[in-house]
């Protein structure tokens, strides 16, 4: 059975301390690239939050409970053009991503479990190291923005 299409609307989730670290993962499938946590819509109708939630869980283990562990929506959209290297998992013709960015703020002691079959390590980085770091121009203008979105 040949595996769905995924829809080209993804979520960022850019993971951090009170104190501006941010955590990265580096993909298992691209050695070397580092990453914020990302995703794409699992049904057209599935909620942008829920999407951000679940990729949370599935890339960290870290659980979104609403209160102590609190996703925030930026309101903000990018579109970008989708590596070459990926289109092939997209629609014949899909060439661009609506990607929509979301935080978490986390204690710096917070347990991480990533998943094996997607990332190879992570590591806590200073909110500038951390932009230097990514792979992706979006996640790292995402970083650099994350000054203007949390006052701790």
Known sequence: MDKPHKI???VLVVIHTPDLEVLLIERADRPGFWQSVTGSLDTKDEPL?????RELFEETGIAADGKHIVLRDWHL????E???????????????????????CVPRNIEIALSPREHLQYAWLPYLEAADRCFSS???????QLPRHFQS
């Open 138 to 144: 979006s996640n790292a203008e995402a970083i650099l």
């Open 82 to 104: 989708i590596y070459p290297v990926w289109r092939h998992r997209y629609a014949p013709g899909v060439t661009h991503n609506t990607e929509h960015v979301f935080s978490v």
């Open 77 to 80: 959209s990018n579109i970008y």
């Open 8 to 10: 080209p609307e993804s």
């Open 49 to 53: 939050i829920d999407t951000a939630a």
